[in-house]
């Protein structure tokens, strides 16, 4: 017995110290995503200074610690939630107070009031609040809120816990209670705060119908997801972080708690496998004085930085046992007296402490400035940021912002061209619209006579041509390929006769001309792709790939022949599958004509015009759908009503289809993935 | 109840006198002496002793439990009296056993000779199932170990021809000589080991709650994760954080050196792995890790395991079939000294590489490392786009701008020269880039390079390979896990098989390669990257690897090319004109201690090393004190255009590198390194010590010094003043006149 105990604690012992003490990797740096969602390193924000590990502590070191705060006078509390106590130290490490007391049995979340010195818990183990003085003498206990609104089974279990100037107790619970709990001094329940919308759920919706009142407060009480932390800035905001959802992670709360931080998507998905993504696991933050806000992802222990405009900053850490990155990060704080980052690190027990670089502090004096509007000022340390890292998205905004400020003032064309340049650089198409805009204001001032000299002069050419040249043209060749060609534009305008055409000759005929009008499909496609000015383009061009472009203007054509020939055969549709071919490739042409005409119009428009695209890229889509339906009534010889119902009947075949395939596929895959596996297996065991 | 337990401590007591006679007295059974050793071996057990003669202090080959320590466990106690310990498996090649010494299954017979003993040690060993009551394996297991005493150390050799698997038991590793020289009772001192710059273990005063216990692969392990690569991988989209994240694995990294040492108050060990560091370890513990005492040792590996995924959802761990022949030994060099220091050891090393390893100094100048980006492709629409960041004639411009400001004494290194740029076109490295300027632009470039006596270095690799390009095949040529699983990134990147790349690549084409007039070459991942290949056909063992890589080397000298390497694995030493890329601070774990300059003191006035660019750095006074305190010289990494036509590419981290923005910064650093400290290139560093927190001293055999202050105080050191972030030189002998003086 004895034997297999210790047994038992040399592996325990074995497991252990094997993980704790893998050592040295390579240089790794920071990291941030740009406009088109690329990871894009950067330089780090922060440089590994110490790691604290509380062992000097003549009580004994960390256990399981949750919480830390930092004072304006650089003092620190931690919740030392495994050792049910609550440690003041000086910024030197020199102890300067501890807290034992009996009510206190699982601390969890720690504030230090401001004004009084006061130090709230919120105590999970107790489920309530505690409430010391600077001397560590308990001043007062805040038990359970009652109130009506509040269900008799509801659980208290507070987690996080937060004070107000106006002394208002804000409390983040655990367990079934959700949502932020405001309390007032006396502990009075005075109502939820700040609650995140849940998203839309059906069955959720269903319940509500049937429910009775109380049920419904229950409902309500689900719905409200959970806020994981918060913390307060100087002007009274508070800024919460909410786990497990897809969208604003990040709320900045006003008094009246309405959310009045950009609203997006902050942290970054977690993958568990390739099917498996889940939201970011925001578990903490913090705000400085200059309000750049730091979070952490309490599964993966990254940090994330944000500025108050909601832009992406740097993203750093993450789990290992290299300095600079963490076992299981808890909560981060700033101080905001030396600038020192600290990491509270659960497992190991301990504080990382880290120190801002150069860098960094460029980017938030930049980034303050720029967002107090200051572009100008802050267009020398961007350009310097630009030095360090060439590729910083937000550096280049900043100087696209100053640049095209300055174009404006000084009317200078070339501040605006470089301010243009700037702005494609860091992804940002309405600012490039609104440079571009600015730039072709000032271009047609400067050239008014010159552009109408020579919009003239095209007028003129083009009448000459159509006039003159065309008939000479025809009259002199004749050849048949050329007629097809006329029958292909005779679509446009001469729909029905065209329709006529192919029904009643030989499709054979008509097969090169269709060929040719789907390779100018594909051609204008690409030129589109290629050609459409930045600010019009919200696709990557260097992401364009000859094979899925393929596929996505073939394959669904292609079904649609097929899906339509097969449901005219049943519903005695006329028309022959090379009669289908001719016409559906027949009705692509507003597109090609058209694409062309938007990709020109994408160099001459700004996004404030933008009404003229969509509504010319409408009016192609509605072109096409005519031309398609007409084709489907005339060759098939149907009602108009009948082509409707057999368009529509073809659209489900290419949906049946594609399914099929899928299926087919995924049949396919897995018995060769069954004779693989055993192949292996085999060849493992021979 | 008290009685009792000073009838035990009685007990104990007189256990241990009895065991201490016993040993003491069988002890001086067989002697072997030479001028600086004596070793005392005991011919029924293994025991030995030695003792270093001129100072008279003696290392055990095991340590005896002291009067004060604590009872062990049988299991713990037959680990500390024994001189190996064995794992081996089955027939199933699953499941893994292991025993020591002192198990009723080994049986031994010594062998006395001239200098020294040989045991053979012989394993018998079956497994009944236990349902059946059948015998399902039964088998035996040989080796031996033979003993010598040379000169100045003990040998202790695993002779290929003696290792014999009869019946169903393979070997699957050896750790040898565990405990010697263990301590329980010493508190000052600590192991030695190669990680990083190299590391000393301190002892640990106070019992711990959990043992320290570190083991590493010498050359690192032996499998690759192109997610640690940053060079081939930086960009990529959301859906592919994943890959992203894995790049965060922290893999340790390879102790490149295969030596490993304890040093003790008064007495200090150097083991060297002479024969097989392939595929060898080193585990050091800390006393509290399973006994009470503290050792290192090398550990012998004969079979990998490795995993097989059966299917998505199963796997497999296995060990390999074939077992990694070849000799193995390990050296032990002895000292006594009475001060806490490493350098002995160093030296020592040093020694054995000049003296065994024939290594030369090698005769170059103190150089600035400039390195030029050329070009690298990315993705196009049809084929492969060409961005251009510096061409041939830009980067004659960049050096013309250095050698304007008399910033002569450089070398340069061009990177992403070849056609398709940084690693498009490998395995295949010529022609130069026609959009840079083809043969003749980069040939013009190096003749003025020359007239200016500036060295060119071309940046190369003989392990990466790109699907598609010319020359090698995915299925057959390229490195593969055991089933035949070949490692690649899934994009079409692979690893080229050692022997692909001698045989018809580096054959035929480092001769094409030396017409281009160059002075040489750095070679990525050759000195930190050493894999075994499964290929079926041709199966390559860490050790053939690394021989081609050996071959490779050669036929660059052969060609009157001199080569850098990128990673410091021991095996290059002999042709490495220098090492490039080296981490001013290697990345190390949390708890650990600071890195000592290990590798300075073996290589520093023998092989140059060049630092990683300094430019990407994120803390440049920090990083640039550090190359200053470990002799490293500096590197930079420059462009003649905006580097921010690579931000859409793969070599998007360089992302500080416009050549204007960084020549003023680049003479600061030049004054420092190398007008005035450079004079220190070629002597060797006998000292280094932290003075006060945050300022070292390093100490060289001319008598310089270099004390680095990396606080924010100042320092006063000798009346002179070490401003906080700054560093001071004092002149030794071979200071230059005038130049030195701070």
Redesign the interface.
Known sequence: MQ?KK??FL?SI??F???V??????????A?I??EE????????PY??EA?V?FTFLPSGALYNPEDLFIDKESNFYIADTGNKRILKLSSGGKILLEIKNKEMLKPMGLFVDEKSGDIYIADSGKNHLLRFNTYGELLRVYPKPASAVIPEDFIYSPAKVLIDKRDLIYVIGTGASKGIILLDNEGAFRGFFGANPAPFNFSRWLARLVATEEQKVKLLLQTLLTASNFTIDNQGFIYVVTKAIEEDQIRRLNALGINTYESGEYG????VS?RN?KPPELSSIDVNKEGIITVLDGM?SKIFQYNQAGDLLFIFG????????FRDAKDIALDGNTGLFYVLDSK?GGL?VFKP???AESVYEASFLYNNGEYERALDIWQEI???????PLAHKGVAKALSKLGRKFEDMEFLKAAMVHYE?AGDREGYSEAFELHRYRFLRQNLGLIIGVAMAVIVCTWLFVRLFLPLIKKRVAVPFLSDIKSVFAILNHPFRTLESIKYNSSSRFFLSSLGVLFFYLIAH?ISL?GTSFHFADWDP?Q???ATELSRLFVPWLTWCISNYLITLIFDGEGTFGQIFTFSAYSLLPYIIITLVLTLLSHVLSLNEMGIYTALTIFMYGWMAILFLSGVCRVHDYTLRGAVGVSALSVIGVILVWGAAILIFGLVSSFA?FFI?LG??I??HV | MCKITAIKQIIRILIFLLIVMNQTSNLESLEVETEYLRMSFNEEKVNFNIKELSSGTVWRSTPILGPGDREL?D?LQAALSSHFYLSYTDGEMEKIYDLYETSEKVRFTIIPRDDGIIVNYTVEDKIVDERTGKVRFSGKLKWSMEYRVEKDFLEVVIPEESIKEEGDFYFIAVKILSYLGANSHTENGALLVP??HG?LLPYIKKMPK??????MPIYGKDEFNFQ?Q?QLL??????D??L??K???????SAGLPVFGMIDQGKSFLGIVDKGASDAKINAALKG??VEYNRIDAQFIFRKMYT?????T?Q?T?YEKTRIKGDRSVRYYFFSDPSLDYFKPAEKYREYLIEEENIKRREEKPALNLRIFCGIE?????SNEFVTATTFAEARDIIAAFVQRDITEIIVTLVGWGKGGYYGSFPNKLPPSPKLGGEKGLKELVEYAHSCKIPVYLDTDYLIAIQGNSGFSTRKDVIKQE?EIPITDNSGTYLLSTMVAYERFALKEIPRLAKLGVDGFVINNLGDILLSDHDRKNRLQRDESRNYLIKILQKFEENGLKVMITGRNDYTFPYAAGFQQV?P????????PDDIPFYSAVLHGLIPCYS?PLN?S??MV?DHLRTLEYGILPSFELTYR???V???TSY??L??S?YL?WLDRIEAVYNDAVRRAGYLNGVQIVKHEELVPGVYRTNYKDGSQIIVNYGNNDFNYNGKTVTGGGFCLVPGLSAKPGGGEN
């Open positions: 034997r210790i047994f040399c012992v074995l252990l110290s094997a704790a003490y893998q050592a040295y990797a390579q240089d790794i740096k990291y995503y740009d969602g690329y990871a894009v390193p950067c330089p780090r440089m590994y790691f590990d970054e998905k977690y993958v390739k993504i993966t993450g789990k290992s046992d290299s300095v600079g990155f190991q990382h670089t150069a860098f630009l030095s360090l890292d060439s590729n910083y650089y690409l290629y260097n364009i790939n000859l993935d596996d292996r297996e060849g493992f | 466990p299991i990680a990083g590391v959990y043992g320290v216990y570190l083991s640690n940053r930086t960009s990529m989209l959301p859906e954080v994943n992203y994240l790049r965060y694995e922290i893999l340790p990294d890790f399973l097989a995924y059966m299917s998505r199963r497999i296995a990315k993705k196009g629409f049809l089933m981490p601070f290697g990345n190390r774990h949390y708890k650990a990683r990407l994120e803390d920090r905006d580097p921010v690579l931000r859409e998007n981290h992302y500080s416009y923005d």
